[in-house]
């Protein structure tokens, strides 16, 4: 299995690890479109930004989480919230044309 890995990381022209990266990288996507709530992990991919962005964001309630258990998770539909809290509307061709 490592050979083959290699292989293909060698074909790609990457290393094997950034390989095994993006293998878990899709994967968790394909498990968190269907999941109601991510990790602050997954949420940060999921937004794109860093962890420290994800959790800097989360402690300070701009994006809602809950607590389950000893567990922090950032239900799919606050990401959501947030993404339509912070999309600018296109500037109006009127007020670009004057």
């Given at each position: 299995m490592s050979a083959l890995l290699a292989r293909f990381a060698d074909l790609l022209g990457i290393t094997q690890?950034?390989?095994?990266?993006?293998?878990?990288?899709?994967?968790?996507?394909?498990?968190g479109s269907t999941r109601v709530a991510l990790t602050v992990e997954e949420a940060a991919r999921r937004l794109g930004v860093g962890r420290t962005t994800m959790y800097?964001?989360?402690?300070?309630?701009e994006v809602q989480s809950v607590q389950i258990g000893?567990?922090?998770?950032?239900?799919?539909?606050?990401?959501?919230?947030?993404?339509?809290a912070h999309t600018q509307a296109p500037a109006s061709t009127v007020a670009l044309a004057a």
């Open positions: 690890q950034e390989l095994l990266d993006a293998v878990q990288e899709h994967t968790a996507s394909e498990q800097a964001l989360v402690s300070s309630g000893r567990l922090r998770r950032v239900p799919v539909r606050a990401l959501d919230s947030y993404l339509a």
